[in-house]
Antibody, heavy 116, light 111 residues
């Protein structure tokens, strides 16, 4: 059974940093691109970033490039999203997803709240 | 800035047929955009129903189909069921920029 489990969410201060994790199981992690997507409360889905199976290609949405960093650890079957210079509008549920011509399997998401 | 546009809301009767569309501010949507369609119900994670314009995942009900229609990506539901009431998002791939972009979503009401 495919499982994607996000963690690392919580309440954070504006200007702070955090790292989200997404632990994958049930499929060959090293063969699959991975995505991060977010959804602000009551709003739509927003694509953030993706990383190739071997980490050699990384793409970002323009509005997060330079502030967010995606990475992966094949030994741990985990993909990460490092988020810096947090702002109130980063408040959202963050989802990871495996790729199959687009996001395929999805995790349940982790809530990040940025507030003082 | 690239904008992907969907109908904000649609209403369909049970057993009916409805088509949701997805337009790109850059022009005609083609197979090169590898359009995806996702369903999201309140309090749940999204679920991808259609990928690469027309392909279905193993969990996609047969009544859902993807296509290109009049320069847009389209999702057609035939024989709508009450459980199809949900938010539907399209997702397009822009190869030149190497980014994916979601549409704003269509709230489908089955009434």
């Amino acid at each position: 059974e495919v499982q994607l489990v996000e963690s690392g969410g919580g309440l954070f201060q504006p200007g702070g940093s955090l790292r989200l994790s997404c632990s994958a199981s049930g499929f060959t992690f090293t063969s699959v691109w991975m995505h991060w997507v977010r959804q602000a409360p009551g709003k739509g889905l927003v694509w953030l970033s993706r990383i190739k199976s071997d980490g050699s290609i990384i793409d970002y949405a323009d509005f997060v490039r330079g502030r967010f960093t995606i990475s992966r650890d094949s030994a741990k079957n985990t993909v990460y999203l490092q988020m810096n210079s947090l702002r109130a509008d980063d408040t959202a549920v963050y989802y990871c997803a495996s790729d199959n011509w687009g996001p395929h399997y999805w995790g349940q998401g982790t809530l990040v709240t940025v507030s003082s | 800035q690239t904008v992907v546009t969907q109908e904000p809301s649609l209403t369909v009767s049970p057993g009916g047929t409805v088509t949701l569309t997805c337009a790109s501010s850059t022009g005609e949507v083609s197979s090169d955009y590898y359009s995806n369609w996702l369903q999201q119900k309140p309090g749940q994670a999204p679920r991808t129903l259609i990928y690469n314009t027309t392909k279905k995942h193993s969990w996609t009900p047969a009544r859902f189909s993807g296509s290109l229609l009049g320069g847009k990506a389209a999702l057609t539901l035939s024989g709508v069921q009450p459980e199809d009431e949900a938010e539907y998002y399209c997702l397009l791939y822009y190869g030149a920029a190497q980014v994916w972009v979601f549409g704003g979503g269509t709230k489908l009401t089955v009434l």
